[in-house]
């Protein structure tokens, strides 16, 4: 049964740092692309970026590039969403996300299938 269980979110203030930890479980964690999805009040799911089985990230969500940056551990099972200089529009439920299927290199936000139950990060002025 796949678990994925997020943590690391809070309260921060603008310009501050965040890394989040998403813990897998169930499933060949190396074999899958994992990702960091976040859904703000009133709006859709977004996807903010994703890394491959092979380790190498994918396009992040343009309001996030240069600021966010996703890696794995292979070792630990776990993937990480580093959030440096945190704005009041990052506020949101963070969520981690796997592929539906195995050894994906292409990721778009159709391609995964579990989700997390979230973590709050909220960002104040």
């Known amino acids: 049964q796949v678990e994925l269980v997020e943590s690391g979110g809070g309260l921060v203030q603008a310009g501050g740092s965040l890394r989040l930890s998403c813990a897998a479980s169930?499933?060949?964690?190396?074999?899958?692309?994992m990702g960091w999805f976040r859904q703000a009040r009133g709006k859709e799911r977004e996807l903010v970026g994703g890394?491959?089985?092979?380790?190498?990230?994918?396009p992040y969500a343009d309001s996030v590039k240069g600021r966010f940056t996703i890696s794995r551990d292979n070792v630990k099972n776990t993937v990480y969403l580093q959030m440096n200089s945190l704005k009041p529009e990052d506020t949101a439920v963070y969520y981690c996300a796997r592929s539906r299927t195995q050894y994906m290199g292409v990721i778009r936000p159709i391609d995964f299938g579990s989700w997390g139950q979230g973590t709050q990060v909220s960002v104040s002025t």
């Open positions: 169930g499933f060949i964690f190396s074999n899958y692309a």
């Open positions: 890394v491959t089985w092979r380790g190498v990230s994918t």
